[in-house]
């Protein structure tokens, strides 16, 4: 056993030997090869000595002919004075105070239960804060000034006002489906 262990003992030497003989071999081929450095510095001297490439040239800015808007007896095509709003059509109230759920947008909200049977059934909504709120027909929710039309036991139905890009407002129904727990 005394001779096994003497063997691979070694064997280990012979390799580490073998293994250094190798590598400076290789450190002599790398040495022999930087012999040609003058070389290379001359070349790097010549590639610096040649002329830099010239540089385009930068483009033209091309003159912007201005214009003034003088349509003196046309209709301000920023202004509010000829959409449906003043001809008595829909429109969010500016003087309503806002509630709170409508400072978070419809899908945020998730109805988590009711409270109550019938005609006076409230529905339970929690915001993103982890707040649960109580809401009931009347209330609004939601950042398109939605107001809640009916409480079911497995949905908030509402009906929000949008935009209908002709300046007027237009109502969408929505609704808050109760979440699967």
């Known amino acids: 056993m005394t001779a096994l262990k003497i063997g691979a003992t070694a064997t280990r030497v012979l390799m580490v030997t073998g293994m250094a003989i190798a590598l400076g071999g290789c450190l002599r081929d790398v040495g022999s090869s930087y012999g040609n450095a003058p070389n290379l510095k001359k070349w790097v001297d010549d590639v610096r000595a040649r002329p830099a490439p010239p540089l385009e040239p ?24 000829w959409s449906n709003s003043d001809s008595g059509g829909l429109r969010p109230d500016p003087n309503r105070r806002k509630e709170t759920l409508e400072q978070y947008p419809l899908d945020s909200l998730d109805m988590v239960g009711t409270i109550g049977t019938g005609p006076g059934l409230v529905a339970l ?32 139905e509402l009906v929000e006002l949008v935009p209908d890009g002709a300046g007027g407002w237009l109502e969408r129904p929505a609704s808050i489906a109760l979440e699967d727990q």
């Open 125 to 156: 909504v929690m915001a993103p804060d982890k707040v649960t709120y109580r809401v009931r027909p009347g209330a609004y929710l939601g950042q398109s000034d939605g107001r809640v039309t009916s409480v079911h036991e497995d949905r908030i």
């Open 58 to 81: 930068l483009p033209v800015m091309q003159q912007f002919e201005t214009f003034e808007y003088a349509a003196q007896g046309l209709r301000d095509p920023f202004s509010d004075a």
